[in-house]
């Protein structure tokens, strides 16, 4: 079953603007992950954010995690054209066995 | 370092038949995982390995799928017979270990068409 919901599903920016993705989920979660899927390199890890952590960054990428209300957003700054992808949150609950649940995704478009 | 190789990546096949998939993880991963990812949605777990043994299978649907990782290495999910609704694209994932301390690496997946 899908946990996360992702908004908006589609976003189209300009270069060198910013994005930002928002996930919400239902359950309790251990961590939440993002990832990345485009068709010329598949599904990628981007980052990993635990339920005890509000922030975590990675270059251009930005999580922020509020558990109080069951949603993380993924900041994207100076967006590139190659930055255009399908975005997925995944949460882990350990007490479903640890595994992945991802959401619908979000579609980003780039353009140059 | 290779990363996780899948084949075929395409494959089209009329309902009630059958079809296999194969995987190859990254050399020395002990877990394996299948996902089913239906167009618009995010991948879906069907089965996790550890080394050759079954962790997890809740989500399979065991009247048609079977997956078996002999020998702890490589993997094989088979759909017999197909249906309509399993057209979809199916990825495999494998990670040093068990537990979400261990990155997952994706392969490039299955794309399957069931007219």
């Known amino acids: 079953s899908q946990q996360g919901e992702e908004d908006p599903q589609a976003l189209s920016i300009q270069e060198g603007e910013n994005a930002t993705m928002n996930c919400s989920y239902k359950t309790s979660i251990n961590n939440l992950q993002w990832y990345r899927q485009n068709s010329g390199r598949g599904l990628v890890h981007l980052i990993l954010?635990?339920?005890?952590?509000r922030e975590k960054h990675s270059g251009r990428l930005r999580v922020t995690l509020d558990t109080s209300k069951k949603s993380s957003s993924l900041l994207i700054t100076a967006s590139r054209a190659a930055d255009t992808a399908s975005y997925f949150c995944?949460?882990?609950?350990?007490?479903?066995?640890?595994?992945?649940?991802f959401g619908q995704g979000t579609e980003l478009s780039v353009k140059p | 370092e290779a990363g996780v190789a899948q084949s075929p990546r395409y494959k089209i096949i009329e309902k009630r038949q059958s079809v296999a998939f194969w995987c190859n993880p990254i050399?020395?991963?002990?877990?394996l995982y299948w996902y089913q990812q239906i167009l618009g949605q995010g991948p879906k777990l069907l089965i996790q390995?550890?080394?050759?043994?079954?962790?997890?299978d809740s989500q399979l649907p065991k009247d048609r799928f079977s997956a078996e990782r002999l020998k702890g290495v490589d993997s094989t999910l088979k759909i017999q017979p197909a249906k309509l609704e399993d057209s979809a694209v199916y990825l495999c994932?494998?990670?040093?270990?068990?537990?979400?301390?261990?990155?997952?690496?994706f392969g490039p997946g299955t794309r399957l068409t069931v007219t």
């Open positions: 995944a949460t882990v609950d350990y007490n479903q066995g640890g595994k992945l649940i």
């Open positions: 994932a494998s990670s040093l270990d068990t537990g979400t301390a261990y990155e997952q690496y």
């Open positions: 390995f550890q080394n050759n043994g079954v962790v997890d």
């Open positions: 954010i635990r339920s005890n952590e």
């Open positions: 050399s020395g991963h002990a877990t």
